[in-house]
Structure formats: structure tokens, C-alpha cells
């Protein structure tokens, strides 16, 4: 049996898959850190706290959603929904960066300095 060989379009092809996915890891962490929360529900702002201020995490409970604010970012804990996808978003620290709990009419978006996004921007 005979191997086959890799031909150069295939090399520049492989090579030009992997200078974009570099490209867009890296730009993920040139995103600004994020300084505000704001925690919605059916559209109209509950919450907005300043994180960067907490000493210690804070938790709210909105429509039954769990929410803890820390530090670090926000995230969902629990809800009573049945397929937890906000709770599986995690932690959410950078400007532009949202969790919903769509059963629940509730969000959770993170907003700072210079934050553009598809969203906001």
C-alpha cells in the first residue's frame, strides 16, 4: 500500500487555520476588563453594580435565578430552569460579555470602559 503524500496547498491550508485560530484566541483576552453588572429582567434593569469595588461575593435572587457577584465577574449559581444553560455560561468578566436565562426573562451583561460589541457598540 502506498502512503500519500501531503501536498504544499494542504500544508498552507493547515497553516492558515491555525494563524486564525491564534489570532482569535489572542484577541479574546485583548477585550477590556468589564467594572459593571447589569442584571435585567423582561428587559428592565434591577441591578447594576460596580464589582470591581466587592471585597467578598454578593448574591441576589431574581425571578428565581441565583445570581452571585464577586470581584472576579457575575455568574448564575441555580435555576429553576431544566436545562441550566445559564448556569453553565460561567463566570462573566469582560466587557460585552452576556448569560440569559431565557425560561426566567433574565440576563446578566457585563459593561466597561471602551466595551464595544456587536451588542452595545
Same mark, same amino acid.
Given at each position: 500500500?502506498? &502512503? &500519500?503524500? =501531503?501536498? $504544499? &496547498?494542504?500544508?498552507?491550508?493547515?497553516?492558515?487555520? $491555525?494563524?486564525?485560530?491564534?489570532?482569535?484566541? $489572542?484577541?479574546? #483576552?485583548?477585550?477590556?476588563?468589564?467594572?459593571?453588572? %447589569?442584571?435585567?429582567? *423582561?428587559?428592565?434593569?434591577?441591578?447594576?453594580?460596580? #464589582?470591581?469595588?466587592?471585597?467578598?461575593?454578593?448574591? !441576589?435572587?431574581?425571578?428565581?435565578? %441565583? =445570581?452571585? =457577584?464577586?470581584?472576579?465577574?457575575?455568574?448564575?449559581?441555580?435555576?429553576?430552569?431544566? *436545562?441550566?444553560?445559564? %448556569?453553565?455560561?460561567? $463566570?462573566?468578566? &469582560?466587557?460585552?460579555?452576556?448569560?440569559?436565562?431565557?425560561?426566567?426573562?433574565?440576563? !446578566?451583561?457585563?459593561?466597561?470602559?471602551?466595551?464595544? *460589541?456587536? =451588542?452595545?457598540?
Amino acid at each position: 500500500m502506498e &502512503r &500519500r503524500r =501531503i501536498t $504544499l &496547498r494542504e500544508i498552507l491550508c493547515a497553516a492558515a487555520l $491555525l494563524a486564525v485560530a491564534i489570532g482569535l484566541y $489572542l484577541w479574546s #483576552f485583548a477585550r477590556p476588563a468589564g467594572g459593571t453588572v %447589569v442584571i435585567e429582567q *423582561d428587559g428592565k434593569t434591577v441591578y447594576r453594580i460596580d #464589582f470591581t469595588t466587592l471585597s467578598e461575593p454578593e448574591t !441576589l435572587e431574581v425571578n428565581g435565578t %441565583v =445570581i452571585e =457577584i464577586g470581584p472576579n465577574g457575575a455568574w448564575f449559581v441555580s435555576s429553576p430552569c431544566p *436545562d441550566q444553560i445559564c %448556569v453553565k455560561a460561567g $463566570l462573566c468578566s &469582560r466587557a460585552g460579555e452576556s448569560a440569559v436565562c431565557l425560561p426566567q426573562r433574565v440576563s !446578566l451583561r457585563i459593561t466597561g470602559e471602551g466595551g464595544v *460589541d456587536a =451588542i452595545t457598540g
